[in-house]
C-alpha cells in the first residue's frame, strides 16, 4: 500500500522524509484502521508501507514515532492514546530505578586501563540512561534511528557513558564545510554520526579522562557501526552549548570547529528571539573525519 506520489507541496520534513497532503491523508487512515493496536503498530505499519528503513534493512520505526508526534504537536492529526501502565498513568521517568553503580570518589588512576565497549543488553541499556538521565543536563531521551551506547570504564567500574546518533539534518556550518548540496546531503547523511552525549560521571575527577574515552571511541566506532548498520562513516559532528563549555575535550582531540548554530528561535510580534532551554541555545560546531578523503565520500565523488 503506497501514498500517492503526485507533485504537491512539501507541509513538512523530517529526517530526509517529505509529508504531502496525501501523506497525511494515509496517516489518518492508518490511525483509523490500527488506533486500537497502539502508536508502535501504526508506526511499523507506516515504515512497511513506506518501506522507510534503516541501511541495515530494519524499520525506521523509532523515527517513525518521533514523526507522528511532530506531526501531531503541529495539529496535522490526533494520535491514539498511549497505553497504560497498570496503575493507569503514562510514565518514562527513570527517577524510580536505584543508581546502577556506587558513587565514590575516584582521583587517581591509569588512564591506559580505560576501555570503552558498546553497551551490550536491555540490563546495560536500562543503566547507561539511568545515569545519563541522572547527570547529564540534556537528560537521557531515548535515540531514534542508527545509534550505538557505550560504557567507558576504568578497571571494570563504569565512569563514563557516551553516544552517538544519526546526524543533524539541517547544520549549515557542517554542510558549507564538506561543501554539500541539498540532494547529496539527503542521500549521503547516514554517513555522518552525532555525538549525542557525553557524560563523565560527576565523582570521577581525571585529568585526560575525556580525551581518552573519546579516542578510544572514535578508534572503534567505524567498525561497530559497520557490524550493527551495515555501512561505515565518513564524518562525526557534535554540538557545544557554548554559555556552559568551551569544547576542551574536542579541541584536544584534534576536533575541528566550523562555526555556530542560530539557537532554535520564536516569534514574538515582529521579531524573532532564541528560546532559552538548554536544547534550543545557539551550539558551537565540530566535526572529526573518520576516514580520509571524507568529503569525496559525502560528496559521492570518485575517491
Not at 503506497?2 to 496525501?22: C, K
Request: some cysteine.
Amino acid at each position: 500500500m503506497e501514498t500517492s506520489l503526485a507533485p504537491e507541496s512539501v507541509l513538512y520534513s523530517f529526517r530526509n522524509r517529505q509529508v504531502r497532503a496525501a501523506d497525511l491523508t494515509f496517516i489518518r487512515a492508518m490511525i483509523t484502521q490500527h488506533g486500537a493496536r497502539g502508536r508502535s503498530q501504526i508506526s511499523r505499519l507506516l515504515c512497511e508501507a513506506w518501506d522507510w528503513r534503516q541501511s541495515s534493512g530494519r524499520l525506521r520505526d523509532m523515527a517513525c514515532r518521533d514523526l507522528l508526534l511532530r506531526l501531531e504537536e503541529r495539529g496535522f492529526i490526533e494520535l491514539p492514546p498511549r497505553f497504560r501502565n497498570s496503575g493507569g498513568a503514562v510514565t518514562h521517568s527513570l527517577d524510580h530505578h536505584p543508581l546502577p553503580v556506587v558513587p565514590r570518589p575516584i582521583e587517581s588512576g591509569d588512564l591506559s586501563r580505560v576501555k570503552v565497549s558498546p553497551v551490550a543488553s536491555r540490563e546495560e541499556r536500562l543503566a547507561w540512561r539511568i545515569l545519563v538521565d541522572r547527570f547529564h543536563y540534556l537528560g537521557g531521551s531515548r535515540i531514534p534511528g542508527e545509534h550505538q551506547l557505550y560504557f567507558a570504564r576504568l578497571d571494570h567500574e563504569i565512569v563514563g557513558c557516551i553516544s552517538w546518533s544519526a546526524a543533524a539534518l539541517h547544520c549549515p556550518p557542517r554542510d558549507a564545510y564538506v561543501d554539500w548540496d541539498f540532494e547529496t546531503r539527503r542521500c549521503r547523511l547516514h554517513l555522518v554520526a552525532n555525538n549525542q552525549r557525553f557524560l563523565i560521571l560527576p565523582w570521577v575527577k581525571l585529568k585526560g579522562l575525556g580525551s581518552r574515552i573519546l579516542g578510544l571511541n572514535l578508534r572503534r566506532l567505524n567498525a561497530d557501526w559497520q557490524r550493527a548498520y551495515g555501512h561505515r562513516l565518513a564524518l562525526a559532528e557534535t554540538f557545544v552549548d557554548v554559555s556552559r563549555f568551551v569544547g576542551t575535550v574536542y579541541r584536544a582531540s584534534n576536533w575541528t570547529c566550523v562555526g555556530t548554530t542560530v539557537g532554535r528561535r520564536q516569534k514574538i510580534g515582529h521579531t524573532y528571539r532564541c528560546q532559552q532551554a538548554s536544547q534550543y541555545a545557539p551550539k558551537a560546531v565540530f566535526l572529526y573525519p573518520l576516514c580520509r578523503r571524507f568529503r569525496q565520500i559525502l560528496r559521492g565523488e570518485p575517491t
